[in-house]
């Protein structure tokens, strides 16, 4: 997608992802993939991604907010219109996204409208935590 690498993560299956400053590259082993603008991504430029335990591809962007890719298709989660610096899951299953804003939490759509919160700047003090193998807090 682009030369300029923010992100990159090994997934399950052992493909190496790059996140670049023009989308999202998907390296097999002997050819890339990519995902760009034309696929779905309405801001390219990506900063963090996470796979998740179901396997699905959480891509974090400069100013598109966060992005869900399940092999699939792309979806737009609009919560967090800002810089997503950073991706955790948590034991629970919760996603935390570290932006500008600020901490936002994700708990998936099988919590309805309370799926999501917004948390302040605590999500950097979770990555930082479960960085140094220790539990995140719990929040609520």
């Known amino acids: 997608a682009n030369n300029f690498v923010e992100a990159i993560i090994e997934d399950r299956e052992g493909n190496l992802w790059f ?5 999202v590259s998907r390296y097999d082993g002997k050819t890339f993939d990519s995902l ?6 309405v801001d390219a430029e990506v900063r963090s991604m996470l796979e998740d335990r179901e396997g699905n591809l959480w891509i974090g962007t400069y100013s598109g907010g966060v992005y869900k890719y ?4 792309i979806e737009n989660f609009n919560f967090a219109h800002d810089v997503v610096d950073d991706i ?12 500008w804003d600020g901490g936002h939490r994700y708990r998936g759509p099988h919590h309805g409208a ?3 919160r917004h948390h ?5 003090h979770a990555r930082a935590t479960a960085r140094r193998g220790r539990r995140a ?3 609520r």
């Open 19 to 23: 996140g670049t400053m023009g989308g």
């Open 36 to 41: 760009k603008v034309e696929d779905g991504l």
């Open 70 to 73: 399940d092999g699939q298709a």
């Open 88 to 99: 955790l899951e948590d034991s629970q299953g919760n996603l935390w996204f570290a932006t």
């Open 114 to 116: 309370g799926g999501h």
């Open 120 to 124: 302040g700047a605590t999500v950097r």
């Open 137 to 139: 807090p719990a929040h």
